[in-house]
């Protein structure tokens, strides 16, 4: 693949204007794949010194040397500007052969030299070649007043990351995947080729995709990267998988950061419109949650619907059904996991079996009923929620916060009634249906500070997807340990780059040997408590082999595994790295 605008020398060996002189390519025929930047005729020894590099010379050969070391000289200095290749019309100086000493040089310095047979005007080959690079340019320059545009169009719509990441494919005909900083996949398009060769252990191999600066091309791996990001903050990478030989095209690094925009801007805008949403449900605690109404409102409306808010006792409380674990990390200020199946589109049927756009159809009726059915139990979890309040004796405020949870803010006289209230409450909840998580945030004493501890509730009922007591009627922050804590954070990138940090050479080097990898033993050292006997034993492994490997991992991070201060790190490095991995 050459350069944009510019044909190869293959190319234009094979143009009309050049066809009329019977070429023959004697030297360099493995390289006819170099571009051609501009065609150059001349007829003196020493024109490389006024080249630049990427120049098909055109010579008769009149001027060049007589010697053999003058024309080895002058082939030389033509390889070393980096010129594409050398023409020279026999007739003139070289009856019928160009001389054997110039093929020589030509070949073992990878230059194509081409010689014509027949006598042929340098102009019109000329002219040939340059009005086909301005038509190349000219095409070029359209393609990428196109990807402009229909970036635009995509950045006004707000579209999805799935459809940006589509959009990317099929502008450019490669694969496209939008990953975050965990290496996680949270989009991907195969531009009509097959998932699975693509995302296929991706993890390990997008760590082995490395670039310098915030664009470029790993030439070993294959994939142009781009970073995403706004405001200074990045959230992820999106790569380009170039097969071809060669460099990409400048179009496509346009393209790629064109598509890294949108999706930042895209991002920036969905956290704006969550909040638009929510004043639109017109709810008083949607209202409280965003600041859409002033405190004061908030607490005459609620006693307008009997509900007293202000000078009580007022606690967050947030609800799920345990089967929705996992569904809230799809919130405004992160990536949409819904992009993490990514479906085929409608517009790459025609690469597509019938069977599989059967398949594709069923999914997305299923998807719908779904959702469906996850709103209506959202809504039955409402009035259940409703009815809780009453049976306990309560007051409250409830509805549904958004698409995966149930909210309540109790009020109760005092601090001493809270944790009473709070089991009351779960119990006249859980009557009748047991698959319910409750959880609670700090108690508060006005509405001022309601917003927090509803947001606490919901940090708590997110986190509690890591490990939730059977015991404990109402999940408090207490019970929150640190690896749901590290759940809770999962997609934040600046915990994703602390991993990266703290372990990403040692899943470089495990990459790299799938075979034998050392983060298995560092987990069993760690969580020994540093013991390297009780860890050689966990490991099934005799102590010197297990000391061995420990100073391997050593060697890998840089750190010394005797340092408590050290072992810390790597130990909450490895416990978020397993909580941006979990599903």
Same mark, same amino acid.
């Given at each position: 693949?050459?350069?944009?605008?510019?044909?190869?020398?293959?190319?234009?060996?094979a143009?009309?204007?050049?066809?009329?002189?019977?070429?023959?390519?004697?030297?360099?025929?493995?390289h006819?794949d170099r571009?051609?930047?501009?065609?150059?005729?001349?007829?003196v020894?020493d024109?490389?010194?006024?080249?630049?590099?990427?120049?098909?010379?055109?010579?008769?050969?009149?001027?060049l040397p007589?010697?053999?070391?003058?024309?080895?000289?002058?082939?030389?200095?033509?390889?070393?500007?980096?010129?594409?290749g050398?023409?020279?019309?026999?007739?003139?100086?070289?009856?019928s052969?160009?001389?054997r000493?110039?093929?020589?040089?030509?070949?073992?310095?990878?230059?194509?030299l081409?010689?014509?047979?027949?006598?042929?005007?340098f102009?019109?080959?000329?002219e040939?070649?340059?009005?086909?690079?301005?038509?190349a340019?000219?095409?070029?320059?359209?393609?990428?007043?196109?990807?402009?545009?229909?970036?635009?169009?995509?950045?006004?719509?707000?579209?999805?990351?799935?459809?940006?990441?589509?959009?990317?494919?099929?502008?450019?005909?490669?694969?496209?995947?939008l990953?975050?900083l965990?290496?996680?996949?949270?989009?991907?398009?195969?531009?009509?080729?097959?998932?699975?060769?693509?995302?296929?252990?991706?993890?390990?191999?997008?760590r082995q995709?490395?670039?310098?600066?915030?664009?470029?091309?790993?030439?070993?791996?294959?994939w142009?990267?781009?970073?995403?990001?706004?405001?200074?903050?990045?959230?992820?990478?999106?790569?380009?998988?170039?097969?071809?030989?060669?460099?990409?095209?400048t179009?496509?690094?346009?393209?790629?950061e064109?598509?890294?925009?949108?999706?930042?801007?895209?991002?920036l805008?969905?956290?704006?419109?969550?909040?638009?949403?929510?004043?639109l449900?017109?709810?008083?605690?949607?209202?409280?949650?965003?600041?859409?109404?002033?405190?004061?409102?908030?607490?005459?409306r609620?006693?307008?619907l009997?509900?007293?808010?202000?000078?009580?006792r007022?606690?967050?409380v947030?609800?799920?059904?345990?089967?929705?674990r996992?569904?809230?990390?799809?919130?405004?200020?992160?990536? &949409? $996991? +819904? %992009? !993490? @199946?990514? =479906? /085929? *589109?409608? #517009? &790459? $049927? +025609? %690469? !597509? @079996?019938? =069977? /599989? *756009?059967? #398949?594709? $159809?069923? %999914?997305?009726?299923?998807?719908?009923?779904?959702?469906?059915?996850?709103?209506?139990?959202?809504?039955?979890?409402?009035?259940?929620?409703t009815?809780?309040?009453?049976?306990?004796?309560?007051?409250?405020?409830?509805?549904?916060?958004?698409d995966?949870?149930v909210?309540?803010l109790?009020?109760?006289?005092?601090?001493?009634?809270?944790?009473?209230?709070?089991?009351?409450?779960?119990?006249?909840?859980r009557r009748?249906?047991?698959?319910?998580?409750?959880?609670?945030?700090?108690?508060?004493?006005?509405l001022?500070?309601?917003?927090?501890?509803?947001?606490?509730?919901?940090?708590?009922?997110?986190?509690?997807?890591?490990?939730?007591?059977?015991?404990?009627?109402?999940?408090?922050?207490?019970?929150?340990?640190?690896?749901?804590?590290?759940?809770?954070?999962?997609?934040?990138?600046?915990?994703?780059?602390?991993?990266?940090?703290?372990?990403?050479?040692?899943?470089?080097?495990d990459?790299?040997?799938?075979?034998d990898?050392?983060?298995?033993?560092?987990?069993?050292?760690?969580?020994?408590?540093?013991?390297?006997?009780?860890?050689?034993?966990?490991a099934?492994?005799?102590?010197?082999?297990?000391?061995?490997?420990?100073?391997?991992?050593?060697?890998?991070?840089?750190?010394?595994?005797?340092?408590?201060?050290?072992?810390?790190?790597l130990?909450?490095?490895?416990l978020?790295?397993?909580?941006?991995?979990?599903?």
């Amino acid at each position: 693949m050459t350069a944009p605008g510019y044909p190869t020398v293959r190319e234009v060996v094979a143009l009309d204007a050049m066809q009329v002189g019977s070429p023959r390519v004697v030297a360099g025929a493995e390289h006819l794949d170099r571009a051609v930047r501009w065609v150059h005729s001349s007829e003196v020894p020493d024109i490389a010194s006024l080249l630049r590099g990427g120049e098909l010379v055109l010579t008769t050969g009149i001027g060049l040397p007589a010697d053999d070391d003058g024309i080895r000289a002058f082939i030389r200095e033509l390889s070393e500007v980096g010129v594409s290749g050398l023409v020279v019309e026999l007739g003139r100086r070289y009856p019928s052969t160009v001389p054997r000493v110039m093929a020589t040089a030509a070949e073992k310095l990878g230059l194509p030299l081409v010689e014509l047979r027949r006598p042929t005007p340098f102009v019109q080959i000329t002219e040939a070649v340059h009005a086909r690079i301005v038509d190349a340019q000219l095409t070029e320059l359209r393609a990428t007043e196109e990807i402009h545009q229909r970036f635009t169009e995509l950045s006004v719509e707000g579209a999805e990351p799935a459809e940006v990441v589509h959009q990317a494919a099929q502008l450019s005909g490669c694969p496209v995947v939008l990953e975050n900083l965990g290496r996680k996949v949270l989009a991907f398009d195969a531009a009509g080729g097959r998932a699975e060769p693509l995302l296929d252990g991706w993890e390990q191999h997008s760590r082995q995709v490395r670039v310098t600066g915030r664009t470029g091309f790993d030439r070993d791996a294959g994939w142009l990267v781009t970073m995403v990001g706004a405001r200074g903050q990045d959230w992820g990478r999106l790569l380009l998988r170039w097969s071809a030989d060669g460099p990409p095209p400048t179009r496509l690094t346009i393209l790629l950061e064109r598509a890294a925009s949108t999706l930042a801007l895209g991002r920036l805008i969905r956290r704006d419109e969550e909040g638009l949403e929510r004043q639109l449900h017109g709810t008083l605690l949607a209202a409280l949650l965003d600041h859409s109404l002033p405190v004061d409102e908030v607490a005459l409306r609620a006693r307008a619907l009997g509900v007293t808010v202000d000078r009580r006792r007022l606690i967050g409380v947030v609800i799920r059904p345990l089967s929705g674990r996992g569904d809230f990390a799809n919130r405004g200020d992160l990536p &949409n $996991r +819904g %992009d !993490l @199946s990514n =479906r /085929a *589109d409608p #517009s &790459n $049927r +025609g %690469d !597509l @079996s019938r =069977r /599989a *756009d059967l #398949s594709h $159809r069923a %999914d997305r009726d299923g998807e719908k009923s779904d959702v469906t059915a996850a709103q209506a139990r959202l809504r039955d979890l409402a009035d259940a929620a409703t009815q809780g309040v009453r049976e306990a004796k309560l007051a409250g405020l409830t509805g549904v916060l958004d698409d995966h949870v149930v909210g309540v803010l109790l009020a109760v006289k005092s601090a001493a009634d809270e944790d009473a209230a709070l089991e009351r409450f779960a119990t006249a909840l859980r009557r009748g249906r047991e698959e319910v998580l409750v959880a609670a945030g700090s108690g508060v004493d006005s509405l001022r500070e309601a917003r927090r501890s509803l947001v606490e509730a919901r940090q708590v009922a997110d986190a509690a997807r890591h490990d939730t007591p059977s015991s404990v009627p109402v999940l408090r922050l207490p019970n929150v340990g640190l690896a749901g804590l590290l759940h809770l954070l999962r997609d934040e990138p600046r915990l994703q780059t602390f991993v990266e940090r703290q372990l990403g050479a040692l899943l470089a080097y495990d990459a790299k040997h799938p075979r034998d990898p050392l983060l298995p033993t560092l987990r069993i050292y760690l969580e020994s408590g540093r013991n390297k006997s009780i860890a050689a034993s966990a490991a099934h492994l005799s102590r010197p082999a297990f000391y061995e490997r420990l100073a391997r991992i050593g060697r890998v991070l840089g750190v010394d595994l005797d340092s408590v201060t050290a072992c810390l790190s790597l130990h909450v490095a490895l416990l978020a790295w397993e909580a941006i991995r979990s599903e």
